[in-house]
């Protein structure tokens, strides 16, 4: 904190918080840019009220964040880190009809929560599996984005309710904490997955391992934890779960655009200029 005193300009990271605290600690702070496209880390308003610019890095980790979305989900349903475990531990003694039994995709039902850019790009990828595809948002897309991936625009209850994979791509707020609590939870089918590569506390993290533990739903697939880079307890423990650490946009492609991004729109801002990556 005390380096920023003199400063005008912060490169940040998403572990950065960027409150009161830390604006109090920056007088001479003219602009904050994000190495990240979410920017629930910063005060955005606290920033505004005292004319700091903060920019982020949006649409660039779009591709390689629904790609990942992708790995997780097929990573849960097929079992593939078990898989990995079992070769590993020298424990496959052969072929066998029974053996590590995941769970099929093509055909099934994705729910995206959430559709924004990464939603939609993950909707898309859902075509190429068959898959029906169903959204909730809190509001309703294009009908020509709905139509031209044949996503259905329902409630939160039946997206829980009728989906085989439930994938999370809202934003955090207020609004987003803990949307999947134990009563969602309650309200998913006992066969299915909750994938999050999105933020750790949309999902209250304590209830998701109870309902791993007890076999509430089948599986889940995550990359972001509440409490991150903490996991709840237990979590670790279940086997149901394929745990990731945050790597989603972690791609030498896509970091590389992110920093090139980052930097432009400090530099941007700091020129004066109002950066097309502007937030406020
Ligand atoms: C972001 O940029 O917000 C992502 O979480 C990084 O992977």
Not at 86 to 100: F, V
Not at 189 to 194: N, Q
Request: include cysteine.
């Amino acid at each position: 904190m005390k380096s920023l005193k003199d400063k005008d300009g912060l490169l940040c990271l998403l572990t950065d918080k960027v409150d009161h605290e830390l604006l109090d600690a920056a007088p001479k702070l003219k602009a904050v840019s994000t190495f990240s496209v979410g920017f629930d880390h910063i005060d955005v308003p606290a920033c505004t009220a005292r004319s700091v610019a903060v920019t982020n890095t949006p649409g660039v980790l779009t591709e390689s964040t629904a790609d990942f979305t992708w790995a997780l989900l097929m990573a849960a349903a097929r079992r593939v880190v078990e898989g990995d475990a079992y070769m590993r531990g020298g424990k496959y003694k052969g072929w066998d009809p029974l053996m590590i039994l995941g769970t099929d995709v093509a055909g099934k039902t994705l729910g995206v929560v959430g559709f924004g850019r990464i939603g939609q790009a993950v909707a898309k990828r859902a075509t190429g599996f068959s898959m029906k595809i169903l959204y909730y948002d809190t509001r309703r897309a294009d009908p020509a984005h709905e139509a031209a991936l044949g996503a259905k625009f329902v409630s939160m209850d039946e997206l829980l309710a009728e989906s085989d994979y439930v994938s999370l791509h809202t934003v955090l707020d207020a609004s987003t904490r803990h949307l999947i609590d134990a009563k969602a939870f309650a309200k998913m089918k006992r066969s299915a997955y909750l994938i999050n590569a999105a933020r750790g506390p949309i999902v209250d993290e304590k209830a998701l391992v109870k309902a791993l533990k007890t076999n509430r739903i089948r599986g889940a697939a995550l990359d972001v934890y509440e409490w991150e880079p903490k996991m709840a307890p237990g979590l670790a423990s279940c086997r149901n779960a394929v745990l990731a650490p945050h790597l989603a946009s972690a791609t030498l492609e896509t970091r590389t655009k992110m920093g090139q991004m980052s930097a432009q729109g400090l530099i941007d801002s700091l020129a004066g200029r109002r950066s097309p990556y502007r937030v406020a």
